[in-house]
Nanobody, 115 residues
């Protein structure tokens, strides 16, 4: 059993910053990659950023230069530092982990960017 727990969402004004955290626990032997996805109301879930176990990073064009994904010292953690937030960044953000045993999702954390 693998669990992903996200934290750090909330309400922020345009131009502000937030940091999301995700910790994976359970029967974890090998993590191939971790990442963040988001889903806005009425839209499909989309990739935000991923980071592999070799620390290769990939970002959606819409967040390049504003968001930074990183892994924690405890390698089962991943962070998303979000800056210069825009109203269009409003969504539920989901953590994902690709493990040797499969792909797992967190429950999601709401990020709302509004004045």
């Amino acid at each position: 059993q693998v669990q992903l727990v996200e934290s750090g969402g909330g309400l922020v004004q345009p131009g502000g910053s937030l940091r999301l955290s995700c910790a994976a626990s359970g029967s974890i032997f090998s993590i191939y990659a971790m990442g963040w996805y988001r889903q806005a109301p009425g839209k499909q879930r989309e990739l935000v950023a991923t980071i592999t176990r070799g620390f290769s990073r990939n970002y959606a064009d819409s967040v390049k230069g504003r968001f930074t994904i990183s892994r924690g010292n405890a390698k089962n953690t991943v962070y998303l530092q979000m800056s210069s937030l825009k109203p269009e960044d409003t969504a539920v953000y989901y953590c994902n982990a690709d493990l040797d045993s499969g792909s797992y999702w967190g429950q999601g954390t709401q990020v709302t960017v509004s004045s």
